[in-house]
């Protein structure tokens, strides 16, 4: 139950895109489509933006996107605003129907 | 609106215990698996224990099995998370959450959040 790796920090400016890695395992990212991603602001509980790797969430913005090869995942926040910046954390399921997250994200509009 | 609320958080000594309870709103709750998120100060989200719709399968983090019991009341639509033997590590807000997606894989709705301090 080791968390999926992320960078620990993003940045860019106004309109650039980004993309925030997440790397897992063969029991976990590698073995399912089941990929997951939260946007959190300080304060407030986290907010889902992608589900099953590729997925929205009716909402969300198509700015955001999802993907996967192997046992890493990808996020990518495209025409980057500065209502982006937030943590950002991936999640996958698990082997033994166990859930992991990611070590989180500091996304930074410059 | 879907609504899950969280309470009972608190400070706890070390080696003591804390319930927190979530109640649930606006869905049909017995037909949802359910799950506890926590997350330290300043650190990251923590993946805590699930139990599923009818109550007969629940899964844990290593580091909270035989520490940590997660129970469900379908006729109170509530979830429960009995803590027990809690250490300073287990300090942290935690989100009462609702499974969705295929094999109940992520999480839309989830509530405020209730803070367990641990600390003497």
């Known amino acids: 139950q080791s968390a999926l790796t992320q960078p620990a920090s993003v940045s860019g400016s106004p309109g650039q895109s980004i993309t925030i890695s997440c790397t897992g395992t063969?029991?976990?990212?590698?073995?399912?489509?089941?990929v997951s991603w939260y946007q959190q602001h300080p304060g407030k509980a986290p907010k889902l933006m992608i589900f099953?790797?590729?997925n929205r969430p009716s909402g969300v913005s198509d700015r955001f996107s999802g993907s996967k090869s192997g046992n890493t995942a990808s996020l990518t926040i495209s025409g980057l605003q500065a209502e982006d910046e937030a943590d950002y954390y991936c999640?996958?399921?698990?082997?033994?129907?166990?859930?992991?997250f990611g070590t989180g994200t500091k996304v930074t509009v410059l | 609106e879907v609504q899950l609320v969280e309470s009972g958080g608190g400070l706890v000594q070390p080696g003591g215990s804390l319930r927190l309870s979530c109640a649930a709103s606006?869905?049909?709750?017995?037909?949802?698996?359910m799950s506890w998120v926590r997350q330290g100060p300043g650190k990251g989200l923590e993946w805590v224990a699930s139990?599923?719709?009818?109550?007969?399968?629940?899964y844990y983090l290593d580091s909270v099995k035989g520490r940590f019991t997660i129970s469900r009341d379908d006729a109170e639509n509530s979830l429960y998370l009995q803590m027990n033997s809690l250490r300073a590590e287990d300090t942290a807000v935690y989100y009462c959450?609702?499974?969705?997606?295929?094999?109940?894989?992520?999480?839309?709705?989830w509530g405020q959040g209730a803070l367990v301090t641990v600390s003497s």
């Open positions: 099953e790797v590729v």
């Open positions: 959450a609702r499974d969705q997606c295929r094999g109940n894989s992520c999480y839309y709705y």
């Open positions: 063969s029991s976990d990212i590698g073995g399912y489509n089941y």
């Open positions: 606006e869905f049909r709750f017995r037909l949802f698996s």
């Open positions: 139990i599923k719709e009818d109550g007969s399968e629940k």
């Open positions: 999640s996958s399921y698990s082997s033994s129907s166990t859930r992991v």
